[in-house]
Every structure is written in structure tokens, then in C-alpha cells.
């Protein structure tokens, strides 16, 4: 029983995953089928483009910009990192000849399903405590002691930070790989 | 905490790729498989590149020089035989850039390296005289062994096919359609009755064969009561060259020959030397013309 909660409440998450190998896979068949195979190329930059762009998100939550909801930027940091993530794997084409861009595309593909994980932690964390909080107050607990009990559930917010300590460092390695990829195709490539 | 992780794995990572594309270039940054006769230089990626500016022709010129492509390998040992298209072509192209015809890192065969050729590349003039490339590839048909102009004229570079004959060219040869279209020819009653001298462009264009320019208003202008159905007039299975108006109640042999002689008109056996259409005022003009020669009353 808790078996089956547990995978209905991730198979959202493994379908949002699923989608972007899959519509990659497709959308990579339908270019070169098509005579679109030399843009899959220039996908490369677009999707490291969105990529950066959601990253404002990131900037905003350690307040080095201002502007923006939090809420707001981390919805557009999912969509965009998703959407930047699926053309960077067109531009990959599942043709994984040399380590330095194979690395970067695993990397990413770790780092996709690393944040769809925080995704689901911070859907649980929200739940977990709304459900809580009205537990205790049909109980009519005072709010000190509603926020008492609330601090057994940080463990879920540590288990944030647990995995912020996951998601951040494996985002730099993929980070550290695409750069060099880049660094490399602007030396040896003739533009 | 995290910020100290991030920065030691990304400086663990850029470090371990570094290294990885100073020792292994080949197999880290490597976009492809190198053809054999490359791939003893597949960890010198500087032999053929200059940084910033990829493959140059500056480098590869400095082993495959232009004047010996054909004719000698790039270790100096001449070809046996020579390839004299190759070297024609190489030494026939303007401002030579390897990298409009040829690439890398393509897989093993030689042929995975030539990418389209591009004719422009050639000057206009050479563009022109394809036979100095393509002379074997002439087609030895009635067509084409006859003609001497360039293929140009009539095919692109692009494709062969499809071919835009320009029939002019053929000067003299223009009205000559059965040298070339004999089997065409169409065979029912209409075309074999027309004799040897008359020739396809008095009725059909070199654009298209549909709508042909006979002009049978010429003979005879069709009208309501007079509609183009053939065999109204014509025997369509032997010939058009004669007809007949008695298919037609209208025109009964005793009553025409009552009417026509009731007028003083006796030779009225071909209609339409005075009837060109079934309007009776255009008989009148024509039949006050031939007076004279065929009435009672001259």
C-alpha cells in the first residue's frame, strides 16, 4: 500500500523525465529525416542560453538580484532548464563520440533528474507541514506548541538542504564539462 | 558548506577534463571518427587547426600541395596512374578553401570526406565546359550525339534531370520534330493522314504539344449548330482530310441541291468554299465573290 502512494506520487515526476528523453529521441528522428540536421548544431547554444537564463532564479535566492518572485523564477527555472535540457540533447543527437561532451550531456541528464528529486521533496515539505498544521489546531494546540511539533518536520527542510548539497555541486560538474565542450568548439571550430 | 562542495567539484572536474584533453585530445574532444590516412595525426589536433579559427586551408595545402593533388601522394610518390580529373579540378578553382568541399572527423572512409562538390567554386567559363569533367558521362543517345553546344544550355549543375531543352538551339534542325519526337508521333486518323511535308510546327509549339494551333476555323468555324464533334463531318476512322454535311438532317443531298439551284449555283459540292460557318450572310459575301465562275446569271 505504502509502496503504490509512494510511486503514485512520483510518477509525475518520472513521466516529466520520460517526456524529455523521448520527445529528444523523436524530435532528434524527425530533423535528420527532414534536412534539419544542421540546426540541431545551433540547438546547442540556444539550450545553454535557457539554461542561463534560468539560472536567475538561483540569483534571486541568494538575493543577489531583487526583482522577481521567488516562486515565480524557481516555476520558470524548471520549465526553462527543462526545455534547455531537451534541446541540448537534440544538439547532442545520441551520438556520444568524445568523453568531454558525453560527460556534460550525463551530467545534465543527473542534474535534471536531481532537480525533478528537489521538486518532489519540496511538494512533500509543503503538504507534510499544511497537513500538520491543521492537525494540531483541530487539536486546539496553542501556537507555540503547533510550532513546537512543526519542528520535528524541519526534518524534511534538512532533507532540502541535504539535497540542495546534491543538486548544486552535480549542476558546477555538469557546468564544468559544458564549458570545456564550449571552450573546445571555439578553438577548433572555424565559425 | 555547499559553496565550498560546488567549487571543489567543479574545480575537480574542469582540472580531470583538462588534463584529459591535453593527454587523450582524441578521445575527449574529438567530434569523430578521422579517416585512416588521418589518423596518425589524431592526438596533433594543431596539425590541421589553428586555434580560433578551426581547419585552415593554410595547413592542409602544407601536405597536399594543390599542384600534385592527383598526381602525387602526400609522401612525395607519384600516382600510378595519375588522377588527371582530380588534378585538373584542384588546380581549376579559384580561391581554393579545402573546407567548401572537404571535412573531418567523419568516419574512416576517404569518401565520407568529400562533401558536395560545389560548382561555383570553378570560374564562370569553366562552369560552362563541362565535358572537361563530365566528358564520359555524355549520354550516346540520338539526341545527344548530334548536339555540340554545351550541356550547360540545357542542364544545371544542381541535376541532370530535369533538363530544359531549349528547342532553338537546334537553328536549322527546328522544324525537323521526327529526327527526335518519331516515336511520339501520334498515331490516329487525324496525324497519319498527314503527309511527310507537313510538319509538327504548323499545328504544335516546342513549349508543349497541348493546345495544338490548328486553326479549323480556317476551314470551318464551329457554332451551337455546328459543334467540334469530329465525326459530325469526318469518317475519323479513315480521314479528315474530306467530310461530308449530309450527316445532318438539316442538309439533305435534294433539298441543298433544290436551293443552290433555285440560285443558279451548279458546282456546290464542297460546302465549305462558300460556307466557312453556319451564319448564311458569310455565304452570301464569299458566294458574291465566286460569281462569275459558277452561276447561271454570269
Not at chain 2, 601522394?73 to 585538373?88: D, I, L
Not at chain 2, 570553378?122 to 540520338?142: F, M, Y
Not at chain 2, 465525326?231 to 449530309?246: A, G, L, W
Not at chain 2, 433539298?255 to 465549305?272: L, M, S, W
Amino acid at each position: 500500500m505504502t509502496a503504490r502512494f509512494t510511486f503514485t506520487k512520483i510518477l509525475p515526476f518520472i513521466i516529466i523525465y520520460a517526456v524529455l528523453i523521448g520527445a529528444a529521441a523523436i524530435l532528434h528522428y524527425y530533423m535528420h529525416s527532414s534536412g534539419l540536421k544542421w540546426t540541431l548544431r545551433y540547438l546547442g547554444i540556444a539550450g545553454t542560453a535557457l539554461i542561463l537564463i534560468s539560472f536567475f532564479y538561483s540569483l534571486r535566492k541568494r538575493k543577489v538580484i531583487n526583482f522577481g518572485k521567488a516562486k515565480s523564477l524557481l516555476q520558470i527555472h524548471e520549465l526553462l532548464a527543462w526545455t534547455g535540457s531537451l534541446l541540448i540533447l537534440l544538439h547532442a543527437g545520441f551520438e556520444f563520440d568524445a568523453v568531454i561532451p558525453r560527460m556534460a550531456v550525463f551530467a545534465m541528464l543527473i542534474v535534471v533528474a536531481s532537480g525533478l528529486t528537489g521538486k518532489y521533496l519540496l511538494k512533500q515539505a509543503r503538504e507534510s507541514i499544511k497537513e500538520k498544521r491543521l492537525e494540531l489546531k483541530a487539536k486546539n494546540l496553542s501556537e507555540e506548541e503547533i510550532e513546537k511539533e512543526l519542528f520535528a518536520l524541519s526534518l524534511i527542510a534538512d532533507k532540502m538542504q541535504l539535497w540542495r548539497n546534491v543538486h548544486i555541486p552535480l549542476t558546477v560538474i555538469f557546468a564544468a564539462f559544458a564549458l570545456l565542450h564550449i571552450i573546445t568548439i571555439l578553438l577548433f571550430w572555424r565559425w | 558548506m555547499v559553496k565550498h562542495t560546488a567549487l571543489i567539484s567543479f574545480l575537480i572536474a574542469f582540472i580531470l577534463g583538462v588534463a584529459g584533453i591535453i593527454v587523450f585530445p582524441y578521445y575527449t574532444i574529438n567530434p569523430g571518427v578521422m579517416i585512416e590516412d588521418h589518423m596518425h595525426l589524431k592526438n596533433d589536433c594543431l596539425s590541421c587547426h589553428t586555434l580560433g579559427f578551426g581547419a585552415q586551408t593554410e595547413k592542409c595545402v602544407e601536405c597536399h600541395r594543390v599542384s600534385g593533388i592527383g598526381i602525387r601522394r602526400v609522401s612525395g610518390e607519384e600516382r600510378e596512374p595519375a588522377n588527371t580529373k582530380s588534378s585538373f579540378l584542384h588546380q581549376s578553382i579559384i580561391n581554393i578553401q579545402c573546407y567548401d568541399c572537404h571535412t573531418e572527423h567523419n568516419g574512416l572512409s576517404r569518401e565520407n570526406a568529400t562533401l558536395i562538390f560545389r560548382h561555383d567554386v570553378l570560374s564562370a567559363d569553366l562552369q560552362k565546359e563541362c565535358t572537361k569533367c563530365h566528358s564520359p558521362q555524355k549520354p550516346d543517345d540520338d539526341i545527344h550525339r548530334t548536339l555540340t553546344f554545351n550541356c550547360s544550355e540545357c542542364h544545371s549543375t544542381e541535376s541532370w534531370k530535369p533538363s530544359h531543352f531549349k528547342h532553338e538551339l537546334l537553328g536549322e534542325k527546328l522544324n525537323e520534330c521526327r529526327s527526335c519526337h518519331e516515336s511520339k508521333q501520334p498515331v490516329d486518323v487525324l496525324h497519319k493522314s498527314l503527309g511527310k511535308e507537313i510538319q509538327c510546327v504548323q499545328c504544335h509549339t516546342t513549349d508543349k504539344w497541348k493546345p495544338s494551333t490548328f486553326n479549323h476555323t480556317k476551314y470551318f468555324r464551329f457554332d451551337g449548330n455546328h459543334p467540334s464533334n469530329c465525326v459530325d463531318c469526318h469518317d475519323v476512322n479513315k480521314t479528315f482530310e474530306t467530310y461530308t454535311c449530309y450527316n445532318c438532317h438539316e442538309h439533305r443531298p435534294a433539298k441543298i441541291e433544290k436551293e443552290h439551284i433555285k440560285e443558279g449555283i451548279r458546282n456546290f459540292t464542297n460546302c465549305v468554299e462558300c460556307h466557312r460557318s453556319g451564319d448564311e450572310i458569310d455565304a452570301e459575301g464569299r458566294r458574291d465573290k465566286k460569281r462569275g465562275r459558277d452561276r447561271d446569271d454570269n
